[in-house]
């Protein structure tokens, strides 16, 4: 199956998911996805994730967090930069997500990071998502 977006795919699994209280979601793998899970979960957005090595791709399993209550961490995640528009940003542009409440995911020249580690880092990039 071929996908225009597939980190849009993965946000949108995961949004879904996290509405409908799934404890976990399977998202094909790669290394951005990875990376992404990583940043959610160094965040606190997601509990943990697992790459399996299985078939030519490999998937992503991404244990879901939620409050005592069954509230998602998650409230919303958004995609920014689209294959048909991609969103650059520099530094000093990094947008703040709900007055630092929120994080926002960049893929910059020194990898995959949130918006306050590449604003102390100094370095701008594609706006991937953001989250809160």
Known sequence: MSFTDPIGDMLTRIRNASNARHEKVLVPASRLKVRIAEVL??????????????GPQGAITIVLKYSGDREPAI??????????????????????????????????????????????????????????
């Open 75 to 132: 409230s919303d995640i958004k995609r920014v930069s689209k294959p048909g528009l991609r969103r650059y940003v520099p530094t000093d542009s990094i947008p703040r997500v709900l007055n630092g409440m929120g994080i926002a995911i960049l893929s910059t020249s020194k990898g995959v990071m949130v918006d306050r580690e590449a604003r102390k880092q100094k370095v701008g990039g594609e706006l991937i998502c953001t989250v809160w």
């Open 41 to 54: 979960r160094d965040e606190g957005f997601i509990k943990d994730f697992v790459r399996h090595e299985d």
